[in-house]
């Protein structure tokens, strides 16, 4: 059964870096790409970017200035960080796993607010 | 914003049918996907591809596209149903989402 487990600081200063990581089990990071996607308060879902496990990247261009994601696989983890965050970057924060098309398993989700 | 649209609501009486659609270019090209997000949990996965259903996701859910449109239908809708519901698809830079489809059931 795959689980995934997002973890971080839930509270973020304004012009700081958000940092989470999205523990796995249940099924080796590697072969497939995963994924990070948010959630603000009362918006829609949007996708962040999506790392493979050689480390190749994509990135939704709005973010792509301010983020980074990164891939662990001795600790079969991938982290995510966004840098000089406002506070429109508040919201619920997912990992999935991304198997090119579809998201077929979540974690929990991560509310992380942004405030100065 | 989204490149994906979809209408904002949507009612259904309790054991009737409701169809929610997502359109936009992206749809002509690659197979949309469908999320069920309620309150407080993770989206799950309920359609996929042409017309694709993980395995525990109840048969009344089913899946159609045409051009730029694709379309999640429930037959037979249960109280459980009720809740935002997204459509997705690649697009050239990874992927999108829709705007959501809050299904209220009556």
């Known amino acids: 059964q795959v689980q995934l487990q997002e973890s971080g600081p839930g509270l973020v200063k304004t012009s700081e870096t958000l940092s989470l990581t999205c523990s796995v089990s249940?099924?080796?990071?590697?072969?497939?790409?995963w994924s990070w996607i948010r959630q603000p308060p009362g918006k829609e879902l949007e996708w962040i970017g999506s790392?493979?496990?050689?480390?190749?990247?994509r990135y939704n261009p709005s973010l792509k200035s301010r983020v980074s994601i990164s891939v662990d696989t001795s600790k079969n983890q991938f982290s995510l960080k966004l840098k000089s965050v406002t506070a429109a970057d508040t919201a619920i924060y997912y990992c999935?796993?991304?198997?090119?098309?579809?998201?077929?398993?979540w974690g929990q989700g991560t509310l992380v607010t942004v405030s100065s | 914003s989204s490149d994906l649209t979809q209408d904002p609501a949507v009612s259904v009486a309790l054991g009737q049918t409701v169809r929610i659609t997502c359109q936009g270019d992206?749809?002509?090209?690659?197979?949309g996907s469908w999320y069920q997000k309620k309150p407080g949990q993770a989206p799950l996965l309920v359609i996929y591809?042409?017309?694709n259903r993980p395995s525990g996701i109840p048969d009344r859910f089913s899946g159609s596209s045409s051009g730029d449109t694709t379309s999640l239908t429930i037959t037979g809708a249960q109280a459980e149903d009720e809740a935002d519901y997204y459509c997705?698809?690649?697009?050239?830079?990874?992927?999108?989402f829709g705007t959501g489809t809050k299904v209220t059931v009556l």
């Open positions: 591809g042409k017309n």
């Open positions: 999935a796993r991304d198997l090119n098309e579809i998201f077929d398993h």
């Open positions: 992206s749809l002509r090209r690659y197979y």
């Open positions: 790392i493979y496990d050689t480390g190749s990247t």
């Open positions: 997705s698809t690649r697009d050239s830079n990874g992927y999108v």
């Open positions: 249940g099924a080796s990071i590697g072969t497939t790409y």
